[in-house]
């Protein structure tokens, strides 16, 4: 019985302990159940945002199906720039394993539209509706008498009227402010000190890193396209075989 588990470790399971936390925590992986999208470590470094007993520290974003199959981040926020449909956000919530935070409009698609896209995802299983910058307090408010689920804002710059967008109903803060994001988040820490707040983390560990010192409890990652990994996966069989 001894070689039997002995084997099956040695062929299908890598156990290895890594340091997080400053705990010692036991990894087990096999070749085809690893993510191969693994979460910047950095993020680890984040409080987290605590949403349904879930601890949330970090949030891919994509709508790739294919992607959010196969990472490893504690949520998936699902927002693109097309007129928000149902059929595409319930493939998603059906599809992933983590919470999802699904994009609503407050652009382009406002008012009726919204509320009744935003009660739908709620109703198929979003942790989550997220609504762009340019939603109006009125629909936030609206639509806050309606959902059981938190309602995140966009924040895009430090002009924004915060204290507002918190008394209409929003829950938490998603902060996208490109290069100025740590400085955004900074100001709003400073007058909100308990405020959950989201924020991109950038392309690079020292963003992310910054990011968090500057106040953000959890951290959006972008991960790359399939066409990038694929691309790269080609190159290692190319260089296998010839």
Known sequence: MENIIKDNYSNDVKNNTEKKDKKFIPTIESVLKKKPIQMPKEIYDASGINIFGKRIKSLI??????IIKNHNADGVIAVYPFTPQIAVNQAIIELSSAPVFVGVGGGITTGQRSL?????AELTGAYGVVMNAPTSNELISEMKKRLDIPIIITIVSEKEDFESRI???AAIFNVSGGASTADIVKIIREKH???PIIATGGPRPENIYNTIQAGANAITFTPPTTGELFSEIMDNYREKLF
């Open 61 to 66: 974003f994509s709508t790739d199906l294919a």
């Open 167 to 169: 008394k209409a109903g």
């Open 116 to 120: 009744d896209i935003a009660i739908n």
């Open 193 to 195: 000190p308990n405020f």
